[in-house]
């Protein structure tokens, strides 16, 4: 393989060479190596790289020599690589960091460790990589960085020591990154962060720290992050945010504290944020929220707070976020938004409030007028609705109103309507039965009559007519012993009538959601026929409850994007 490689370069004077599962003979034996500008070696064993190893290469601008089984460079491996610019070692077994040169590589802007065996950083190791403006240490194990070890990179941009075993960050780890612009710390086991950690990092723009271990944030207040843009927390275990806390990231555009141990958020607990856009708290436990918390956030535009256990949100919460575009608050428990909550809202595009309790939508028929409503998705399924007045939210681009407890009569009446297909009361179910897949992609809209919790199941018509038996008799029972296709009959409906795309058919199904004691789902509705004069009963069907088993899947309600 090598040989016609080396024949190609000869040919047409090649300036790259990529050689995989090679071996320590075929690289040294490589000719016209001078000639070389990007040298890769993939999967080849090479073990062991001598002193002066790489002398043939001197024009190489980059190198990567990756999944070979490096073990260990010799102290002057690199010599003679005074142009190289790139260089990637990652996906090896390297677990001692020396400079493998006696000259400065005086070129190299890039280097990549990954995948390494590196344990420690000691101190001055990248003395003789001078220009470096990326430096990748990510997913080794190192757990300690020494003082002074990045001493002399004045012009690093991003460094990455993610998926290491850190567990402090301190003072000295990072003196004299005057440029750093990005840190990524991100999956370590950090507990602590000293105050002054960041002091002489002035340039920092994003700083991720997330899956780590910290309880709270008292660095974030330091001088050397007033200029930082993003910061994510996620994953740590936070359980308060200090007052004042983040006066000093007037520049923070994005903040993720999802995934901590948040209970409150007090009135100060994120002033100073003036410049925030996007605001992540989902997954935590948040259970109260300050009128006021939000008072300083005047750009923000979009506020995740998913998954908490929030059960009531203030009137006036959101005065202050003009801005607001999109507002997240699904999963908590919140049972009624106060009217005008939203009422200052001009320039919302998503509201979601999915998985809550709420029972009116009030604050939806609050929204305010030069609201463009055509470019609004409001998702308000899995909660509590009963019934609501649907006329003033036909115009949204989408409204999602599945899984709640509409009364079964008012539900009916409103189906049938033409409803705008930007209005969904349907959640997708998967079917399991015999005898024919594609109905497992059925839907099905969730009621209650009276204390009964029931299902219809809604069909496209396109579909319905392949499934149509052609006798259709309906009264024939199903033996249950000798399960086959249950004889279903679809019936004839006058389709002008509907939405063009969709016939609805209730075939209905008791679907007690516990659905235990029942065999036999028999049951047949068409509440309209009296006052839609035009339209015909549906037939009889009978479904056999062992073929068919709804499953509830609320991760499935499909919405579109
Ligand atoms: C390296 O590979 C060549 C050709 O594939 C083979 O002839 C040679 O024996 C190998 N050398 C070693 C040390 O494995
Ligand atoms: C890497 O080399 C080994 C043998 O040396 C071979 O079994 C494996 O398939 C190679 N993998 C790739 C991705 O080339
Ligand atoms: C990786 O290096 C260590 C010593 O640092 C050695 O014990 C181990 O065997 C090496 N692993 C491989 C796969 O070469
Ligand atoms: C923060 O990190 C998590 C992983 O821990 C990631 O899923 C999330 O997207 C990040 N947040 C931002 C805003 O990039
Ligand atoms: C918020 O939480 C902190 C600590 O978790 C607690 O000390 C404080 O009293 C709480 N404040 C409010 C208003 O609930
Ligand atoms: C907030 O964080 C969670 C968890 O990382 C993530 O799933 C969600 O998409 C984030 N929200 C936004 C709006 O990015
Ligand atoms: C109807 O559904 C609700 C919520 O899903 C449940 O709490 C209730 O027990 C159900 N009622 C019956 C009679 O199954």
Not at 22 to 46: A, G, I, K, Q, Y
Not at 187 to 203: A, G, K, Q, Y
Not at 386 to 395: F, G, P, V, Y
Not at 439 to 468: H, M, P, W
Request: charged share 20%; net charge negative.
């Amino acid at each position: 393989m090598y040989r016609l490689l080396v024949s190609l370069l000869l040919l047409f004077r090649v300036e790259c060479l990529q050689l995989s599962n090679c071996n320590h003979t075929e690289v040294t034996l490589l000719r016209d190596t001078e000639l070389l500008t990007t040298l890769t070696l993939r999967n080849c064993s090479l073990s062991h790289l001598e002193n002066a190893f790489f002398v043939r290469f001197g024009h190489l601008l980059q190198m990567e020599l990756q999944y070979s089984g490096l073990n260990d460079l010799e102290d002057f491996s690199l010599n003679g690589l005074a142009r190289l610019q790139s260089l990637s070692l990652s996906h090896n077994n390297l677990s001692t960091l020396r400079s493998w040169s006696s000259e400065p590589l005086g070129a190299l802007t890039s280097l990549d460790l990954s995948y390494n065996a590196f344990r420690r950083l000691r101190s001055q190791g990248f003395a003789l990589f001078p220009q470096l403006q990326l430096l990748d240490l990510s997913s080794n194990q190192i757990s300690e960085i020494d003082e002074e070890t990045f001493h002399g990179l004045s012009h690093l941009k991003h460094l990455h020591l993610n998926g290491n075993l850190l567990q402090r960050i301190d003072g000295s780890s990072f003196q004299g990154l005057h440029r750093l612009a990005s840190l990524s710390l991100q999956h370590n086991l950090i507990e602590r962060i000293e105050l002054d950690s960041f002091e002489t990092n002035t340039h920092l723009r994003s700083l991720r720290l997330d899956q780590n271990l910290l309880t709270s944030l008292p660095f974030l207040s330091q001088r050397g992050l007033a200029r930082l843009v993003h910061l994510n927390l996620s994953n740590n275990q936070v359980k308060s945010l200090e007052p004042l806390g983040f006066s000093k990231n007037f520049e923070l555009q994005s903040l993720d504290l999802s995934y901590n141990k948040l209970i409150n958020l007090t009135k100060e607990a994120l002033s100073g944020l003036d410049s925030l856009e996007r605001l992540n708290i989902s997954h935590n436990s948040v259970e109260s929220v300050h009128t006021d918390s939000l008072e300083t956030l005047v750009s923000l535009l979009q506020i995740d707070v998913s998954y908490n256990q929030l059960s009531t949100l203030p009137e006036t919460f959101f005065n202050a976020n003009t801005q607001l575009e999109e507002i997240m608050f699904g999963h908590n428990l919140i049972g009624q938004l106060p009217p005008l909550a939203l009422a200052h809202q001009s320039h919302l595009r998503l509201i979601q409030f999915t998985g809550n309790a709420l029972t009116d939508v009030d604050f939806l028929q609050r929204l305010p007028a030069s609201l463009n409503r055509l470019s609004l998705h409001v998702d308000l399924s899995s909660n509590r609705l009963r019934s609501i007045d649907l006329a003033s939210l036909r115009q949204f681009r989408y409204l999602n109103l599945a899984d709640n407890s509409f009364n079964c009569g008012w539900l009916i009446e409103n189906l049938v309507r033409e409803l705008p297909t930007s209005v969904n009361f349907a959640r997708p179910w998967s079917v399991l039965n015999g005898w024919n897949d594609d109905f497992k992609n059925i839907k099905g809209v969730d009621c209650t009559e009276g204390d009964t919790n029931r299902s219809i199941i809604l069909l496209n018509a396109a579909e319905v007519s392949q499934y149509k038996t052609s006798k259709c008799e309906c009264a024939q029972t199903y033996d249950e012993a000798n399960p086959s296709p249950p004889p279903l009959t679809w019936p004839k409906i006058p389709t002008d009538r509907f939405d063009s795309r969709s016939v609805i058919i209730w075939m209905l199904a008791a679907i007690a959601l516990a659905f235990a004691g029942l065999r036999w789902l028999r049951r047949f509705v068409d509440r309209n026929e009296g006052r839609k004069g035009g339209m015909k009963a549906l037939n009889n069907m009978y479904v056999d409850k062992g073929e068919w088993q709804p499953q509830r899947n609320n991760n499935e309600i499909h919405s579109p994007p």
